[in-house]
């Protein structure tokens, strides 16, 4: 018996599979890596690093090989005074973002001024780097660009982290790497809508705001509110310290979990937290046996919450 | 099972592979409808199970996805395309040890995974969040020897043409492995803004588009025709859902985007695509109730056609639903509130879970050779399933009509997640009598290959349903 086989079927599949992806994959893909990045872009970038998901440098996704972030306030190397500005120290070692290992995700002119004018091509991960960003005209166009500090001041990762004090450190790297890990986006999306969300959870972000990123971590199903522009809003370290402890501290209604386990083991006095002693409590405050709920703990630097709320203080 | 791993090929009785993957899906149906109900309790009731990372429910939500879509729709899928491809082709599997080893390693793989995104190890983008060695691994060990058993099963068939079940199986496995290995580009080379965000959503999209929608499809094309005994009521129109399934199916992923900075084109164009997902829906759904003319006694009298006909009735809201809120006329409102979420549940748990565990139902007495234990216990899943999955769906849906109020209206968060509770507390009660209906059908299916009547060769089990 002669079969049937469906020759003319399997290459019009083909046809009709491959021009979908060609429309759905290949044209977008074109467009969206010609995007030229944002000042927003750029420093989301520098400080969250490489990847803030499963990645080689860090496999069980707790915010390794990742940059910090500090303010500076005077020269590392003079120690002058200067006006604050933020710089994005990548130590030995520390994978650098997309934007420096391929400057093209940067968008025509971002990137000719800091290949150019930045030197972002001799930064070197096995030695480390510092970089910022800065303004330049680009052909008649006022663009953000990022400059290789060590390349162009000569400053170095450790004595740049060695002349800022603890407070001017932040961890936002970290602090987004365990944003996805906790994954707070199931509730809590990072996109206000083009369409109604501006007065509400401020301006949507724009088509150049993410070159570099990864994850974005848009989240999809809004429970609770956008944190985009959240610090913004609400820029208090003692309010957010309270609420990620216990949500219901400072909102009764609020059905957040709580994430006290993100203290880890000891307070910013080394003594260890006694969980079970402050649970017990606080249910004391909920019977009405207690005026006052139990005091949250100050964290640890070294702590997660800390770094944590180094990101999330930096959404603005 | 682990006697058969490494049996001769020839020893492995026939069907094999399908009880083990039926079953295996049966019991990952219950761990994460398990999860679900777990997961919506703490929605409800905040403080339940508190204060600890691993029962978190940023670390428990995800395993519950994957759970239900890797392990109970897509093992389902399998066990459907064991034992249906090579009825259909009135030939025997191209390879039961394949098969055997297949589900051995997709338990292994499934459960290895769940873990690794339960601890934390996540990749961080909605429905690819498995870290890119378990996406290898998926693709690697459990699509590709799938595709290659159903490719090679309908090359080895027996009869003159393919019947339209086993197009859908023979092309859904082949663009599940494509989706996979093209979805997780943003991992496997690092891709980086927008073209993460969109990919994230063209896997999402397709997974759903390509493997779980016209796979389900498929197996109502088997089991409508089979049971009630009448033909197709046409080949034609089963082409038009076929191509149309490729065509305009594979095209929308960026309406899951539309208030996000896209290019505007790209959105326009997956939203008039999007509307046209509504070809391959209606041309399914009317092949369909056309084929019952005349038997829809069979919709109250059996069990495994009132599964499938009140899944392809769930097709018709669905549908309804997915071809329109995605235009930017309707998504502004509804986008990202428990609109959404109701209509996941109502593609996975309505449509797509009815007209598997119709196949499961059916497949399991086939291959088994035994009559299902208790009739009056198969009902009792069915409704409370069919109620435990519209107290989810109505509830939430309400949910989300309120969240797209508040949207607009910029009312204080806080007076959403206030006015939200009630609803909240029914979708724990709906997933619970979900979860509950599960552990019935364990049951009836375990006596079933214990104690149920031996069906007589040359007879089929609904024709026994109601002989003692």
Redo the contacts between chains.
Sequence with gaps: ?A??E?KIGTR??GV??GG??M???Y???I???S?QATEV?LRKALSAG?????AYED???TGEGKPVTVVLRKDPVTGEKMEPMEAYVFPPGTPF??AIRHPR?LGSGVKELSLQQGRIGEADESRGAVFYVDHATYQGEKLAYIVNATAIKGWQPEQVLASVPEEDKKYIGTGKTLF????????H?L?P?????W??FGV????G?????????????????DLLHVASRNSSREWMLMHFFN??LV?P?????????LWDEVDANGNKID?AAW?KAYEEYEEGKRIYPPEVPEPHPDSRIRKLVDFILSLK | MFKYLFARNEDIPPGTAAVYFGYSSIIWFIIGTGLGSFNAAKLAFPDFVTGSELFAFGHMRQVHVHAVIFGWISMAFAMAMMYITPALGNTRLWSEKLGVWNCFLWNVGLSLGLTLLWTGMTSGREYSDFPWIIDLYIAAFIALPLAINVWMTILKRRTQGIYTTNWFFGAGVFMVTIVFLVGNTPEWFQLTGLSEAYLTWWFAHNVLGLWITPVAAAIAYYTVPKITGNPLYSHRIGHLHFWSVVVFYSTPAAHHLMSAPLPEWLKSFASVEGVLILVPAIAFVSNLLLTMTGKWHYFVDNLEIKFTITGVLLAIPLNMQGGFQQTRAINWYIHGTGWIVAHAHLALLGFSTFLEAAAVYYGLQTIMRRKLYSLTLGNFHFWLLLIGFATYWISMTIAGLIQGAAKIYEVPYIDTVIAEHPYMIARWVGGTLVFTSNIVWLYNMWMTARAGTEIPAGRLPHELAYER
């Design positions: 018996m079969f049937r469906y019009l599949f009709a599979l979908s992806m429309i759905t994959l044209f977008p893909t467009d969206m890596t995007v872009a490489r990847q803030n998901g499963f496999p069980f996704v973002p997309s995700t996805v890990r906790e994954q707070c986006w199931w509730c999306t996109l809508e083009q369409t109604q969300d007065q509400y949507p972000p724009r088509l705001d993410f070159n570099s990123e990864g994850p974005t971590a848009f989240g999809s199903d809004r429970k609770a509110p949500p219901r909102q209604h609020s059905i957040m979990p709580r994430f006290d386990y969980y649970r």
